[in-house]
């Protein structure tokens, strides 16, 4: 049967992430290198089994052998936060418990959740950060949460970032180890903003949350505040014009619906229209070749 073998494995590789998590293997190898003894000791598995273990993490790229003994690798941190359960089957009859569309919610679903984001949106941030480079120094990160994008384009820009209060006051010192940024706190729909200042203001990872009338206040709001020539960078899973059905895009649409009730993988063609209609031109388009695959829509404020 046609994508049974992916079925199987995603089902049997969610069962060793649990059983490494369960047993405390994630925490011990995030501590320093162990042999596999020493694990299995520690997590109280036969010695034999632990090895195995080892070594699906190791297929999985997870965890790694050196000469100092097992050390974890790859996104574990992101990895972990896919055995938080969630109640699909309620979200879809009723609508998600928490709605990260309505601001209240978002702010708890966030601030628990943005340096773990931003961890995992590391690498297609980097990966981004070449087409986003050298269009200004003021960038406005909006909905940053931990700022992946905006921190990706190093130190010859000037960072502000507007997130809700709560989520800012849960990322503010991790980020500002690693650049020195303003915030703006308050709801992205309503908080005051300076106008015309901004080189670049980047949307990303936040148009899947609202419907496309919010989206549409939102874009105008980035124009708002983007000086004339400048761009607007969205960054989001889209479902590009034409593509084949794409089976991360349809799968993440359904995660979407346990956490959003108003949003969606959008088209781009859906996107594009927005863009027009409050007077931003696209000039570039990317997917990243990393995971999780992003893309980049840049156009310019005309
Ligand atoms: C999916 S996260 C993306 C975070 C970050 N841009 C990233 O890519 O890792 C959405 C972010 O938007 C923020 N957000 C959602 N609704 C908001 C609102 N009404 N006002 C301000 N921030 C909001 C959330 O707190 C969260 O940090």
Same mark, same amino acid.
């Given at each position: 049967?046609?994508?049974? &073998?992916?079925?199987? $494995?995603?089902? !049997?590789? !969610? ?5 490494? %998590? ?31 273990? !080892? ?13 100092? *003994? ?40 966030? &601030? &628990? *959740? ?13 990966? #981004? ?30 960072? +502000? ?11 503010? %010192?991790?980020?500002?180890? &690693? ?7 308050? $709801? ?10 901004? %080189? ?8 899947? #949350? ?41 799968? =993440? %649409?359904?995660? #979407?619906?346990?956490? +959003?009730?108003?949003?969606?993988? =959008? $088209? ?11 007077? #931003?031109?696209? +000039? ?10 992003? $893309? ?5 404020? +005309?």
């Amino acid at each position: 049967m046609k994508g049974a &073998q992916f079925l199987l $494995d995603a089902r !049997l590789a !969610l069962d060793v992430l649990s059983a490494a %998590d369960r047993i405390g293997l994630f925490a011990a190898l995030s501590e320093r290198p162990f042999h596999a003894d020493a694990l299995s000791r520690r997590c109280d598995l036969v010695p034999s089994r632990m090895r195995r273990l !080892l070594r699906a993490l190791e297929v999985l790229s997870l965890a790694q052998f050196t000469e100092r *003994g097992w050390i974890s690798c790859g996104p574990v941190t992101a990895v972990r936060g896919l055995l938080v359960e969630r109640d699909l089957v309620a979200a879809l009859r009723s609508g998600p418990a928490v709605d990260a569309s309505v601001s209240e919610d978002a702010a708890v679903l966030y &601030q &628990q *959740g943005a340096i773990w984001l931003a961890r995992m949106m590391a690498e297609p941030a980097a990966e #981004l950060a070449p087409s986003l480079s050298g269009l200004g120094p003021d960038v406005l990160e909006l909905g940053a949460g931990a700022m992946p994008w905006g921190l990706a384009l190093g130190d010859e820009v000037s960072l +502000t970032g507007v997130d809700l209060p709560a989520v800012v006051h849960a990322v503010r %010192d991790w980020v500002a180890n &690693q650049a020195d940024v303003s915030w703006i706190e308050g $709801d992205l729909f309503t908080v005051p903003l300076p106008k015309d200042h901004f %080189d670049l203001v980047l949307v990303p990872n936040l148009l899947h #949350l609202f419907s496309p009338s919010r989206n549409e206040a939102l874009l105008r709001r980035a124009v708002a505040v983007t000086r004339r020539g400048g761009c607007v960078a969205i960054i989001d899973a889209l479902r590009a014009d034409g593509e084949p059905a794409d089976r991360s895009r349809a799968l =993440y %649409d359904m995660s #979407l619906a346990s956490r +959003t009730g108003e949003g969606r993988v =959008y $088209d781009e063609a859906e996107l594009r229209n927005w863009l027009k209609t409050v007077g #931003l031109t696209p +000039t570039t388009r990317v997917r990243t070749d990393v995971s999780p695959r992003m $893309d980049l829509l840049l156009a310019v404020c +005309t």
